[in-house]
């Protein structure tokens, strides 16, 4: 069972930048994707976005263009940089991974945007 530990959360102000990391304790290359995930309070968790195996990533419609996943095979990290945040990027955020039937979660980190 691989471990996720995110980092990276905190306070910013609207049109401010985050860069969240997780690093994975197994060699990230043996999941087929990896990706971020966020829940706000009193919401569903929603998928914010994902890298495959072959690097090919798909973003939620609300994020593109401000966000960017990536991947440090050499580190086994995968990284969302988070750029002009909105209040209502407001959540926790998840890393996840997978590999075949098996998913992975790490713990979360709280990205809070207000003034």
């Known amino acids: 069972q691989v471990q996720l530990v995110e980092s990276g959360g905190g306070l910013v102000q609207p049109g401010g930048s985050l860069r969240l990391s997780c690093a994975a304790s197994?060699?990230?290359?043996?999941?087929?994707?990896m990706a971020w995930y966020r829940q706000a309070p009193g919401e569903q968790r929603e998928l914010v976005a994902r890298i495959t195996r072959v690097e090919k990533t798909n973003y939620a419609d609300s994020v593109k263009g401000r966000f960017t996943i990536s991947r440090d095979g050499a580190k086994n990290t995968l990284f969302l940089q988070m750029n002009s945040l909105k209040p209502e990027d407001t959540a926790v955020y998840y890393c996840?991974?997978?590999?075949?039937?098996?998913?992975?979660w790490g713990q979360g980190t709280q990205v809070t945007v207000s003034s």
């Open positions: 996840n991974a997978e590999a075949g039937m098996a998913s992975s």
């Open positions: 197994l060699d990230i290359w043996r999941f087929n994707s």
